[in-house]
């Protein structure tokens, strides 16, 4: 087993899927729903993690981690909340909690979090402290397994939740560069098609930087309300306009210390492009209807998938800004011009989602990966994984993934997309969604029989009865 771990949820669907989930891949797992029979178990059994809900009649999460740093602080702690308050996770790490994660979540992300606990402590990089909790490490290093060999020893190419795949002349150059980049402080432009993994270099930079320890704050610019922007990224005060019941912290003050990503940066008014600037030249900020300026130590990483140029011809992005923010000027490629990449990301994703879903170990049919290779790929290779992640569901208990479990007719668009001879383009449907349609189609076919089911898709009957759960279905429906 890979470890202990006490699991503190009263929501008892979700305390049944987080113990099966957990449970398959290999931790040992106690769970309960009353946080104060799983403390009292702390005395019978040894644990490495506890996993806890925020808000439970008994107790809340705070109470559960102020008992674990009296009483085992050698016990770890993630919390998981349904509030959505980066203020409140930020708060819990700094009383001591590893990590917390916000509901709703897959189950991939709750394990990366655990994953990323237990490798640390194996590494020995994780401090425990009754005081401070746990003293992050310097550095996330990388298996010898998945660092490329030509690449610098002290360069970290995967962490739990990034990771660059490639041999490409361009992505081994930006590998290379990795440790320059990230061991300063100056700010970073990415830019690149949507897709591409600017996101994914953006996370390299922050865990291959010396704050690693400090917040890592995410914002999506293209998603955030006109009026809300300037009180997401600076914060307010109260009474600063109709609805501001209370101050309230933004993006700068909560990665602090950190780095804070703010994603397609050209999608921000140009207001609020001012004041961004006055933030990297001055590293001071003012929340919205404040008079006094706060000192911020932010390193920004912005990233684009539009022509930056033609923004500024057309006087939507400030070409002072531009300049400011383009110390490092990254471009990733579009898969297209790295097609020989494609049999590893194939090969990777089609390990990651076979782990992820309990399956046995496959591997791509050459016809499939001779097909991968010939489409134009709009979507970069977010939209190969998406596409095995598909394959992967869809081939079953099946060792080779083929062009057929891709283009398989359980799905009305993509039998259309495959009849249409002007695109080969494939088209994206949600993992929900397709989840939901095979587990339909399976008891369909088994007569509403979730034994059969399972085995028709190649995942156990209990796996059947959790998926329907989550998607709040029932045998009646189905």
């Known amino acids: 087993m890979k470890g202990s771990i006490l699991l503190i949820e009263d929501d008892a669907s979700l305390l049944q899927y987080l113990e099966m989930h957990l449970t398959s891949n290999g931790f040992t797992v106690h769970a309960y729903n009353s946080p104060v029979s799983a403390l ?15 808000k439970m009649p008994e107790m809340t999460g705070d109470e559960v981690l102020s008992h674990l740093k009296t009483h085992h602080p050698e016990i770890g702690l993630i919390m998981m909340t349904g509030f959505g308050s980066i203020e409140h996770g930020v708060n819990a790490i700094q009383k001591g909690a590893f990590d917390y994660i916000t509901k709703p979540f897959q189950g991939p992300e709750i394990l990366a979090r655990i994953n990323r606990f237990f490798k640390l402590k194996t590494q020995g990089t994780i401090a425990f402290t009754t005081n401070h909790g746990f003293e992050a490490p310097k550095r996330v290093e990388s298996s010898t397994k998945e660092t490329k060999s030509d690449s610098p020893s002290d360069v970290v190419t995967e962490t739990i939740d990034f990771k660059l ?225 598909r394959g992967v569901l869809m081939s079953g208990s099946s060792k080779n993934i083929t062009l057929a479990h891709i283009q398989n007719s359980l799905f009305s668009t993509l039998e259309s997309s495959a009849e249409n001879k002007e695109s080969q383009e494939l088209p994206l449907i949600p993992i929900e969604e397709m989840e939901l349609q095979l587990i339909k189609k399976a008891l369909e076919r088994t007569g509403g029989n979730q034994k059969e089911a399972a085995e028709l898709l190649g995942i156990s009957d209990r796996t059947i009865r959790n998926k329907l759960k989550k998607l709040r279905l029932d045998d009646q429906e189905d």
């Open 40 to 54: 009292e178990s702390l005395a019978k059994s040894s644990v490495d993690l506890v996993l806890t809900d925020v």
């Open 165 to 389: 795949i490639g041999s490409h002349p361009r992505i081994k150059a930006l590998i290379d560069a990795l440790p320059q980049i990230a061991q300063n402080n100056a700010p970073v432009l990415i830019q690149g098609e949507s897709g591409v993994g600017k996101e994914v270099f953006a996370g390299l930079i922050h865990y291959n930087s010396d704050r690693v320890g400090k917040p890592y704050v995410k914002i999506n610019c293209a998603n955030l309300p006109t009026e809300l922007v300037e009180s997401t990224l600076f914060g307010h005060i109260k009474g600063s306009f109709t609805g501001a019941l209370a101050d309230a912290k933004g993006a700068f003050d909560e990665a602090d210390g950190g780095t804070l990503l703010l994603d397609e940066i050209t999608e921000i008014q140009l207001n609020v492009q001012a004041k961004l600037l006055r933030v990297l030249q001055e590293k001071e900020f003012r929340p919205v209807g404040s008079q006094h300026a706060k000192k911020v130590d932010v390193r920004i990483i912005a990233t684009s998938n539009r022509n930056i140029s033609k923004t500024i011809q057309e006087g939507q992005f400030r070409e002072d800004l531009f300049y400011r923010l383009n110390v490092f000027p990254i471009v990733i490629p579009s898969l297209r011009e790295r097609k020989d990449d494609i049999p590893d990301l194939v090969n990777y994703f089609i390990s990651k989602y076979a782990s992820e879903y309990g399956m046995a170990e496959k591997s791509a049919a050459p016809e499939l990966l001779s097909y991968l290779v010939q489409q134009s790929w709009k979507g970069n290779v977010r939209e190969l994984n998406n596409l095995i992640q």
